[in-house]
Nanobody
Framework: QVQLVESGGGLVQAGGSLRLSCAAS????????MGWFRQAPGKEREFVAA????????YYADSVKGRFTVSTNNAKNTVYLQMNSLKPEDTAVYYC?????????????????????WGQGTQVTVSS
């Protein structure tokens, strides 16, 4: 099992940057595929980004591609989401998620149903 704790959220002006962190417990963190999702008020949770345990592949939603970067630091059991050029529509609660099963299709990692472990979320608010 793994426990996830997000941090780094806050209030930022449009065009600004934030870096979210997701700290994971457990010695096998490096074998987990990690995802970031977000949920805006009144909307369903949506995929943002994912990274395979090897770090060899990353995936992004079209809405954040070129602005957000997902990365891991296995020595610190942490996955990051660097968010640049933030827009008001990026306002949401951001969640990190983890799972150990590995699939060849990238589609799997974009689906919240794939992930077994979730953090509690961190609020990101972007003002215009």
């Amino acid at each position: 099992q793994v426990q996830l704790v997000e941090s780094g959220g806050g209030l930022v002006q449009a065009g600004g940057s934030l870096r979210l962190s997701c700290a994971a417990s457990g010695r096998t963190f490096s074998t987990y595929n990690m995802g970031w999702f977000r949920q805006a008020p009144g909307k369903e949770r949506e995929f943002v980004a994912a990274i395979r345990w090897s770090g060899s592949s990353t995936y992004y939603a079209d809405s954040v591609k070129g602005r957000f970067t997902v990365s891991t630091n296995n020595a610190k059991n942490t996955v990051y989401l660097q968010m640049n050029s933030l827009k008001p529509e990026d306002t949401a609660v951001y969640y990190c998620a983890a799972d150990r099963d590995t699939y060849s299709s990238s589609y799997v990692y974009r689906r919240e149903q794939y992930y077994d472990y979730w953090g509690q979320g961190t609020q990101v608010t972007v003002s215009s």
